[in-house]
């Protein structure tokens, strides 16, 4: 008899460590790998996860320590989630236990086991099944209801929002009287065919349709590009439910929480007796281990969520939906800095399923693969509605008009006119505050943050300066702290301001702000946007929060300030987001009955950009930029990868990062390295910025120049400077 | 009456002032109109004074901005002579 062989455990932990750690773990087997453990590291206990099983270590089999525990109330990462989160950490050169603990729920990340979640649904009992509707009294409509909808099948937590406030009493009446238990498992329900009347599909709606779901067994990679109000949810809700009818799950990203409400209503209201979750950053703790544990455990048919959605584990997954993929939002900007949109393409190939990409201004990368032959191009050239045409969009010449308090006569003409109609308006101005900047006309002091190379933000009504960058935020001064002027003012315009010179010039209109600090708290942006939908509302000022998704049948006028800003910017992507962000909100015009129309408020009336905005022609915009970028030889035509460098000296990042052109040059390889520079926001909250840009003319170039040359820098690494890096960056500041 | 970002109260008015100065040994009417402002306590004591009240003003010129020339009276002290 020979002793079992000591099995040795390669756990990863949350250390920036690029490295696996060796464990003794006698008893693991294969199935075991991608479950959780608890293990002494250093002076701590920490949790990791089991990545591979080995017969035998590079340490000293003294020297092992033992894992101390294997959690087994989660389901263990499985293999495919295992390998995506590698080919991550691969790609966008970041230490692999961070990025696999990342990809658990907060809750799972802890020490302390996991208590078995509130039950989620719940059925009739055996005497439940025997109470007639006419044994509980007519007058309990609530009781009355519940039971009818129990008699159908069981019954989610998430759908008790059905019953009013009183729901969850009732619910917990019926358990208490023993005729209603609780599920343990999610019975699969079969799709039941839909009763109500669904929308008639356009026939480029329903060629999308028909061919995405003419092979869905295979991967294909699909853009959907479809103007403003041209149906693309429709296009979602029937590719769902031909994937649920073939018993399979489907991922749905959205790029912010502010846009889920309104897809998440409308896949609701299409699937309810199906189980759908919701993964973003809005849930608690417990709702989100909750909801990934639905889904990793195949009860959840439709999981619908924000970028970190995209490493949940789907045993059924077979079809994802990016929606708005050129959304920057895909892109996480610190830690692990991986664009979901691009890992969503690589699940949905390495599991063969088909992809589809939706936006009506998709990134120009995507729309270059899309010509490219990569993706497939479906266009929804039409809006649904039929009557509904694309808005007019018209430019109001500042420097004529000029306009008065930041708005312009016509463009107050206009809203006067929608007010009589009895229709709504939106004025879009992308920066929140009351205005800009605070400055002494005296002395000319402006109101920069102490910690950052930015500007302090006025917020009037709370008598606030704040910085939009590092939240600092301090009193108003009574008066200049250079010359003591008491008579300071705010210049520039933001959409306090605007909204308070709309309440003097329509006195008895009913005005809405929204902006991220009017919908600060939980459920505010839901309720507000409620208001515009019941109609309580003549006139919205709001930023990008209102810019896309969302759908309101009465708002016929958009009014666009501020515009010109970008056009101004160093950024090379600058121009496109201008485009799509400036083609969303004019989506939101007209999308109904009522004919839309829009007014641009700008200096450059003549500039190609807001001409092909007129025309609706995202088509030739992107040609266009494409052919800029090729000559200009930048992305897509390029790859790149930004080191990133801080400081509390500029000096010290700007060495650091001499001493890394240095030891890139020295590599030989066919990289272009450009100086280092000094960020366009130097200074963030106290910190000191600089960055570098390498470029290359292919991924893999790109790739083996990283592995090499991080690895360098790993070791030069000094407590001084903080750095990263940023693969496939999209945004430089 | 404004009131500035940080809410202080800000009144605007003008001056009129008539007196008789010695110039070059000649005695000469002056007639004219300050633009003038008051801030905090001083533009508050504004708030009991009409038009046409004959005041007496403790204060200072300043430039209305660093771009323009133009100067503007700020008070400082206001006393009350006369009702107009």
Same mark, same amino acid.
């Given at each position: 008899m020979t002793a079992a062989k000591p099995i040795i455990a390669r756990i990863v932990l949350d250390?920036?460590?690029d490295s696996l750690f060796d464990y003794r773990a006698e008893g693991?087997?294969?199935?075991?790998?991608g479950r959780r453990v608890l293990v002494s590291f250093g002076r701590r206990r920490a949790v990791g996860v089991i990545v591979g099983l080995a017969d035998?270590?590079?340490?000293?089999e003294n020297k092992l320590k033992p894992v101390l525990h294997v959690f087994r109330d989660l389901p263990p990462l499985p293999a495919d989630i295992l390998h995506l989160l590698r080919f991550c950490a691969d790609y966008y050169q970041h230490p692999l236990g961070e990025v696999v603990l990342n990809a658990l729920p907060q809750r799972a990340r802890r020490s302390e086991a996991i208590a078995a979640?509130?039950?989620q649904c719940f059925l009739l009992s055996t005497g439940g099944?025997?109470?007639?509707?006419?044994?509980?009294?007519?007058?309990a409509s609530v009781q009355r209801r519940l039971l009818l909808r129990l008699q159908q099948g069981a019954l989610c937590?998430?759908?008790?929002?059905? !019953?009013?406030?009183q729901g969850s009493k009732v619910l917990r009446d019926f358990i208490a009287r023993g005729w209603a238990e609780a599920a343990?498992?999610?019975?699969?329900?079969?799709?039941?065919?839909?009763t109500a009347a669904l929308p008639e599909l356009n026939p480029a709606q329903a060629e999308a349709v028909q061919r995405i779901l003419a092979e869905t067994d295979a991967f294909h990679p699909w853009l959907l590009h479809g103007i403003t109000g041209s149906g693309k949810t429709e296009v979602y809700l029937r590719l769902i439910e031909s994937i649920l009818a073939g018993n399979g799950q489907v991922l749905v990203l959205v790029p912010e929480i502010n846009l889920t409400p309104q897809l998440e209503e409308r896949i609701r209201r299409r699937f309810p007796r199906q189980n759908r979750v919701s993964l973003h950053s809005g849930l608690n703790e417990t709702e989100r281990l909750s909801h990934w544990q639905q889904a990793a455990e195949g009860r959840a048919d439709i999981v619908l969520g924000t970028?970190?959605?995209?490493?949940t584990p789907l045993p059924r997954l077979k079809l994802i939906i990016v929606d708005?993929?050129?959304?920057?939002?895909?892109?996480?900007?610190?830690?692990?800095?991986?664009s979901a949109r691009d890992v969503a393409v690589m699940r949905a190939r390495e599991r063969s399923i088909p992809i589809v990409l939706g936006s009506a201004t998709p990134a120009l990368e995507t729309w270059h693969n899309s010509q490219s032959g990569r993706y497939a191009l479906l266009e929804l050239?039409?809006?649904? #509605?039929?009557?509904? #045409?694309p808005p007019a969009v018209h430019l109001i010449d500042t420097r004529r008009a000029k306009p008065e308090q930041g708005l312009s006569a016509p463009l107050l003409r206009a809203i006067a006119e929608r007010l009589e109609r009895r229709e709504q308006s939106l004025v879009f101005i992308n920066r929140r505050g009351f205005s800009p900047v605070l400055m002494c /006309?005296?002395?000319?002091?402006l109101s920069a943050c102490p910690r950052c190379s930015s500007k302090l933000v006025v917020h009037l009504r709370e008598r606030q300066l704040r910085c939009h960058h590092c939240g600092h935020e301090t009193h108003?001064? #009574?008066?200049?702290?250079?010359?003591? /002027?008491?008579?300071?003012s705010p210049v520039g315009h933001g959409t306090q301001r605007v909204e308070e010179v709309l309440a003097e010039h329509f006195p008895s209109a009913r005005i809405l702000r929204i902006d991220r600090d009017s919908t600060r708290r939980r459920h505010s942006l839901r309720a507000m946007l409620a208001q515009v939908h019941d109609d309580e509302v003549d006139i919205l000022v709001g930023t990008?929060?209102?810019?896309?998704g969302h759908d309101f049948p009465k708002l016929t006028l958009v009014g666009i300030l /501020?515009?010109?800003?970008?056009?101004?910017?160093?950024? !090379?992507?600058a121009s496109e987001r201008l485009f799509a962000q400036l083609l969303q909100v004019t989506g939101? #015009?007209?999308?109904?009955a009522l004919p839309g129309e829009v007014l641009i408020q700008t200096? !450059?009336?003549?500039h190609d950009l807001y001409l092909t905005l007129q025309r609706h022609d995202y088509n030739a915009f992107a040609d266009s930029l494409l052919a800029e970028r090729r000559q200009a030889d930048f992305p897509p035509f390029c790859f790149q990868a930004l080191l990133r460098a801080e400081a509390t000296q500029l000096s010290e990042a700007m060495a650091f990062l001499a001493k890394a052109v240095k030891a890139g040059l020295s590599l030989n390889r066919p990289v272009t390295l450009y100086d280092p520079v000094p960020a366009q926001?130097?200074?963030l909250a106290g910190r000191e910025r600089a960055q570098l840009l390498v470029q290359a003319d292919s991924r893999k170039t790109l790739h083996d120049f990283l592995q090499a040359w991080l690895a360098g820098l790993r070791e030069k690494a000094s407590q001084r400077v903080r750095w990263s890096i940023d693969v496939d960056p999209l945004d430089f500041y | 009456m404004r009131y500035t970002p940080a809410g202080l109260p800000v009144r605007h008015f003008s001056l009129s002032h008539d007196s008789e100065q010695i110039e070059a040994g000649f005695q000469r009417k002056i007639q004219c109109k300050v633009p003038a402002m008051a801030v905090a306590d001083a533009a508050q004591q504004m708030k009991e004074l009409a038009l046409g009240d004959m005041v007496r003003i403790d204060g200072f010129l300043a430039q209305?901005?660093?771009?323009?020339t133009q100067l503007v009276l700020h008070v400082k002290q206001i006393q009350l002579l006369e009702r107009g």
């Amino acid at each position: 008899m020979t002793a079992a062989k000591p099995i040795i455990a390669r756990i990863v932990l949350d250390v920036p460590l690029d490295s696996l750690f060796d464990y003794r773990a006698e008893g693991l087997a294969e199935d075991d790998i991608g479950r959780r453990v608890l293990v002494s590291f250093g002076r701590r206990r920490a949790v990791g996860v089991i990545v591979g099983l080995a017969d035998r270590s590079g340490v000293a089999e003294n020297k092992l320590k033992p894992v101390l525990h294997v959690f087994r109330d989660l389901p263990p990462l499985p293999a495919d989630i295992l390998h995506l989160l590698r080919f991550c950490a691969d790609y966008y050169q970041h230490p692999l236990g961070e990025v696999v603990l990342n990809a658990l729920p907060q809750r799972a990340r802890r020490s302390e086991a996991i208590a078995a979640p509130p039950p989620q649904c719940f059925l009739l009992s055996t005497g439940g099944r025997e109470i007639r509707l006419d044994d509980l009294p007519a007058r309990a409509s609530v009781q009355r209801r519940l039971l009818l909808r129990l008699q159908q099948g069981a019954l989610c937590r998430a759908d008790l929002a059905d !019953f009013g406030s009183q729901g969850s009493k009732v619910l917990r009446d019926f358990i208490a009287r023993g005729w209603a238990e609780a599920a343990t498992m999610t019975p699969s329900v079969p799709l039941a065919p839909t009763t109500a009347a669904l929308p008639e599909l356009n026939p480029a709606q329903a060629e999308a349709v028909q061919r995405i779901l003419a092979e869905t067994d295979a991967f294909h990679p699909w853009l959907l590009h479809g103007i403003t109000g041209s149906g693309k949810t429709e296009v979602y809700l029937r590719l769902i439910e031909s994937i649920l009818a073939g018993n399979g799950q489907v991922l749905v990203l959205v790029p912010e929480i502010n846009l889920t409400p309104q897809l998440e209503e409308r896949i609701r209201r299409r699937f309810p007796r199906q189980n759908r979750v919701s993964l973003h950053s809005g849930l608690n703790e417990t709702e989100r281990l909750s909801h990934w544990q639905q889904a990793a455990e195949g009860r959840a048919d439709i999981v619908l969520g924000t970028r970190l959605a995209v490493f949940t584990p789907l045993p059924r997954l077979k079809l994802i939906i990016v929606d708005e993929e050129h959304d920057s939002s895909y892109k996480q900007q610190d830690g692990l800095r991986y664009s979901a949109r691009d890992v969503a393409v690589m699940r949905a190939r390495e599991r063969s399923i088909p992809i589809v990409l939706g936006s009506a201004t998709p990134a120009l990368e995507t729309w270059h693969n899309s010509q490219s032959g990569r993706y497939a191009l479906l266009e929804l050239p039409e809006r649904a #509605a039929y009557q509904a #045409a694309p808005p007019a969009v018209h430019l109001i010449d500042t420097r004529r008009a000029k306009p008065e308090q930041g708005l312009s006569a016509p463009l107050l003409r206009a809203i006067a006119e929608r007010l009589e109609r009895r229709e709504q308006s939106l004025v879009f101005i992308n920066r929140r505050g009351f205005s800009p900047v605070l400055m002494c /006309n005296a002395c000319g002091w402006l109101s920069a943050c102490p910690r950052c190379s930015s500007k302090l933000v006025v917020h009037l009504r709370e008598r606030q300066l704040r910085c939009h960058h590092c939240g600092h935020e301090t009193h108003i001064p #009574a008066s200049c702290p250079d010359c003591g /002027n008491t008579d300071l003012s705010p210049v520039g315009h933001g959409t306090q301001r605007v909204e308070e010179v709309l309440a003097e010039h329509f006195p008895s209109a009913r005005i809405l702000r929204i902006d991220r600090d009017s919908t600060r708290r939980r459920h505010s942006l839901r309720a507000m946007l409620a208001q515009v939908h019941d109609d309580e509302v003549d006139i919205l000022v709001g930023t990008q929060l209102l810019a896309k998704g969302h759908d309101f049948p009465k708002l016929t006028l958009v009014g666009i300030l /501020n515009a010109d800003g970008a056009l101004y910017s160093t950024d !090379f992507r600058a121009s496109e987001r201008l485009f799509a962000q400036l083609l969303q909100v004019t989506g939101r #015009a007209g999308r109904a009955a009522l004919p839309g129309e829009v007014l641009i408020q700008t200096d !450059f009336p003549s500039h190609d950009l807001y001409l092909t905005l007129q025309r609706h022609d995202y088509n030739a915009f992107a040609d266009s930029l494409l052919a800029e970028r090729r000559q200009a030889d930048f992305p897509p035509f390029c790859f790149q990868a930004l080191l990133r460098a801080e400081a509390t000296q500029l000096s010290e990042a700007m060495a650091f990062l001499a001493k890394a052109v240095k030891a890139g040059l020295s590599l030989n390889r066919p990289v272009t390295l450009y100086d280092p520079v000094p960020a366009q926001m130097t200074r963030l909250a106290g910190r000191e910025r600089a960055q570098l840009l390498v470029q290359a003319d292919s991924r893999k170039t790109l790739h083996d120049f990283l592995q090499a040359w991080l690895a360098g820098l790993r070791e030069k690494a000094s407590q001084r400077v903080r750095w990263s890096i940023d693969v496939d960056p999209l945004d430089f500041y | 009456m404004r009131y500035t970002p940080a809410g202080l109260p800000v009144r605007h008015f003008s001056l009129s002032h008539d007196s008789e100065q010695i110039e070059a040994g000649f005695q000469r009417k002056i007639q004219c109109k300050v633009p003038a402002m008051a801030v905090a306590d001083a533009a508050q004591q504004m708030k009991e004074l009409a038009l046409g009240d004959m005041v007496r003003i403790d204060g200072f010129l300043a430039q209305k901005s660093r771009m323009g020339t133009q100067l503007v009276l700020h008070v400082k002290q206001i006393q009350l002579l006369e009702r107009g």
